[in-house]
């Protein structure tokens, strides 16, 4: 079977968001470009990783002499969003990601795999030859000022969920919060 592939050279906007409330947030990376709209589903920890990593490769290309990608140290004021989601359907569960840098086009490149379920064969066996064998992928190539606008509005996504106790550390529901403290 052929990979499909969503490609997003130049994108309109490429943006990690929620939906739901703290606590019960599902987490999408969206992309925008025309009429063309995708929204993978992923994990919180897939998210913060992701901007991470993100900020590590335009801090390291900062390093450069003569910085010849012109990388900002800071989110650019322009490219600052903070509006809600495009409408949300979901293409697919992202499971594994790759992150890239193409010099080419100075561009940051995210890929996205869906999650791919592990079949039993007859004999009981998983089976999971067929990895490399992605029925789609989700491309996105971001220039670097775009890159850093979106490791900021990550890390920002990432953060606004439940706030922690003092106490015990633990994620503080809207409907309460008994604290579990270790025994000794």
């Given at each position: 079977?052929?990979?499909?592939?969503?490609?997003?050279?130049?994108?309109?906007?490429?943006?990690?968001?929620?939906?739901?409330?703290?606590?019960?947030?599902?987490?999408?990376?969206?992309?925008?470009?025309?009429?063309?709209?995708?929204?993978?589903?992923?994990?919180?920890?897939?998210?913060?990783?992701?901007?991470?990593?993100?900020?590590?490769?335009?801090?390291?290309?900062?390093?450069?002499?003569?910085?010849?990608?012109?990388?900002?140290?800071?989110?650019?004021?322009?490219?600052?969003?903070?509006?809600?989601?495009?409408?949300?359907?979901?293409?697919?569960?992202?499971?594994?990601?790759?992150?890239?840098?193409?010099?080419?086009?100075?561009?940051?490149?995210?890929?996205?795999?869906?999650?791919?379920?592990?079949?039993?064969?007859?004999?009981?066996?998983?089976?999971?030859?067929?990895?490399?064998?992605?029925?789609?992928?989700?491309?996105?190539?971001?220039?670097?000022?775009?890159?850093?606008?979106?490791?900021?509005?990550?890390?920002?996504?990432?953060?606004?969920?439940?706030?922690?106790?003092?106490?015990?550390?633990?994620?503080?529901?809207?409907?309460?919060?008994?604290?579990?403290?270790p025994e000794n």
């Amino acid at each position: 079977m052929p990979t499909t592939v969503h490609d997003f050279d130049w994108p309109d906007r490429v943006v990690v968001g929620t939906v739901g409330v703290p606590g019960q947030r599902t987490f999408y990376l969206q992309a925008r470009a025309g009429k063309q709209l995708i929204s993978i589903a992923m994990e919180k920890l897939q998210a913060d990783q992701l901007a991470e990593k993100i900020d590590e490769i335009l801090d390291q290309l900062m390093t450069i002499d003569g910085n010849p990608f012109h990388v900002p140290a800071n989110t650019p004021l322009e490219l600052v969003d903070n509006d809600d989601l495009d409408t949300v359907e979901e293409q697919f569960r992202a499971g594994v990601m790759s992150l890239g840098w193409d010099p080419t086009t100075a561009q940051v490149v995210i890929e996205a795999y869906p999650l791919e379920e592990v079949d039993e064969d007859d004999d009981g066996l998983l089976d999971d030859d067929d990895d490399a064998d992605a029925a789609e992928v989700l491309r996105v190539r971001m220039p670097v000022g775009t890159a850093r606008a979106f490791a900021k509005r990550t890390r920002e996504i990432v953060g606004a969920g439940r706030p922690i106790c003092v106490i015990c550390g633990q994620p503080i529901d809207a409907d309460g919060h008994t604290c579990t403290l270790p025994e000794n």
